[in-house]
C-alpha cells in the first residue's frame, strides 16, 4: 500500500504561484512513476506532469513551461510548481503513484485562481 498526502493549495490571484507537495508513505519504493493530475469541477480528471523514478518528466501541453514537477527522494515527496496561474487552472489537484500493477491517490487538494 501506498499513502499520498496533498499539501500546499490555496487561493492565488491570476499571475501567481502556487507550490503542491505530495508526501508519500508505505510501500513507496515500489512506485516506478508519480504524477499530477487535476479535476474541474463537471469535467474529467486530467493528466499534468509525471516523473519516473530516474527523473524523466513529461507535462501536458496546457502546462508546460508554467508547471514544474520535481522530487526530493530524502523526503519521499513530490512538488508541483505552478506559476502563471490563470482562472483555468482552478480545480482540485490530486498526487498518483502508479507501480506497474496499482495506482494510488491522494485526497485532492484545492487551488483557486481568481482575482
Known amino acids: 500500500q501506498v499513502q499520498l498526502v496533498e499539501s500546499g493549495g490555496g487561493s492565488v490571484q491570476p499571475g501567481g504561484s502556487l507550490r503542491l507537495s505530495c508526501a508519500v508513505s508505505?510501500?513507496?519504493?515500489?512506485?516506478?512513476?508519480m504524477g499530477w493530475f487535476r479535476q474541474a469541477r463537471g469535467f474529467q480528471r486530467d493528466l499534468l506532469a509525471t516523473?519516473?523514478?530516474?527523473?524523466?518528466?513529461t507535462y501536458a501541453g496546457s502546462v508546460k513551461g508554467r508547471f514544474t514537477i520535481s522530487r526530493d527522494i530524502a523526503k519521499n515527496t513530490v512538488y508541483l510548481q505552478m506559476n502563471s496561474l490563470k482562472p483555468e487552472d482552478t480545480a482540485v489537484y490530486y498526487c498518483?503513484?502508479?507501480?506497474?500493477?496499482?495506482?494510488?491517490w491522494g485526497q485532492g487538494t484545492q487551488v483557486t485562481v481568481s482575482s
Open positions: 516523473i519516473t523514478n530516474n527523473g524523466d518528466t
Open positions: 498518483n503513484a502508479f507501480t506497474g500493477l496499482k495506482s494510488y
Open positions: 508505505g510501500s513507496s519504493s515500489s512506485v516506478s512513476r
